[in-house]
């Protein structure tokens, strides 16, 4: 494989992560950020992943390839982990307290998934610069030291919850901010959304 692109490389001077003081602790279970979140949300086609938070600042999540998640025949589709990658980083927020969005995602698709596989996830975060967050994730085959079928590096960028309200469509953004349960998941993240 050719060698890593230069956005994903943090920075000499980059910061070591900080877990929150008030994060979850370890293996606690991390609830859904977005009820409709596609990747932790609570709807029927949705990957329903639950992330639970481990030590420093890392988390584990699993994911079950369904007939729905192929994209060869009895293979998941590389989107659909790649989607499990992104989500298991994104958990990540809620062991630092703060919202950050996906910049850049590179996946290393390493064996087929199969249908009925269960994808053992871990993410960590691997430096901080600034508002630049850089981690990575594994996912492994059918158990926690299972063979390791996809890898993934990326840059997360914090953003203010505001990033969400100017840019969501103004249906959910109203509904998402008359919703208590979802202030509080905002406010969980960032102490004035
Ligand atoms: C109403 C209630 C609301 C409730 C909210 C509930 C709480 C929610 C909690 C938690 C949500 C977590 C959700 C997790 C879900 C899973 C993760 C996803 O799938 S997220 C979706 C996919 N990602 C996007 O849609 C981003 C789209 N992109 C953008 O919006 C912008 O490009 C953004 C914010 C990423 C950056 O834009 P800029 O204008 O803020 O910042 P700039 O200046 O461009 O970049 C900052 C630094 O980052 C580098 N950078 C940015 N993008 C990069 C890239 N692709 N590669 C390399 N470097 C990049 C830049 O070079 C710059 O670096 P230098 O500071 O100059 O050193």
Redesign the pocket.
């Known amino acids: 494989m050719s060698g890593r692109?230069t956005?994903?490389t943090p920075?000499e001077d980059s910061k070591a992560p900080v877990r929150h003081p008030d994060a979850p602790a370890p293996g606690e279970t991390l609830g859904a950020?977005?009820d409709q979140?596609f990747?932790?949300g609570h709807q029927p086609g949705g990957l329903g992943l639950t992330t639970r938070a481990g030590e420093g600042v890392s988390v584990t999540a699993e994911f079950t390839v369904r007939t729905g998640h192929q994209g060869a025949p009895g293979l998941a589709h590389g989107g659909v982990l790649a989607?499990a990658l992104?989500?298991t980083?994104?958990?990540l927020?809620w062991l630092q307290r703060v919202?950050?969005?996906?910049?850049?995602?590179e996946t290393d698709f390493v064996r087929p998934v199969p249908v009925g596989a269960e994808l053992h996830l871990e993410a960590r975060v691997d430096a901080v610069?600034?508002?630049?967050i850089y981690c990575s994730a594994t996912g492994r085959i059918d158990a926690p030291d299972g063979p390791v079928a996809v890898r993934a590096q990326a840059?997360?960028?914090?953003?203010r919850?505001d990033?969400?309200?100017e840019?969501?469509r103004t249906e959910e953004?109203d509904a998402?901010?008359a919703d208590p349960d979802?202030?509080r998941?905002?406010r969980?993240?960032?102490v004035n959304?």
Do not use: M, W
Request: include cysteine; hydrophobic fraction near 45%; proline fraction near 4%.
């Open positions: 692109t956005g994903l920075p950020h977005y979140c990747g932790c989607a992104d989500e980083l994104g958990s927020n919202i950050a969005v996906t910049g850049r995602l610069h600034g508002r630049k840059l997360f960028i914090e953003v919850v990033h969400f309200i840019n969501g953004i998402a901010l979802q202030v998941v905002a969980a993240f960032e959304p």
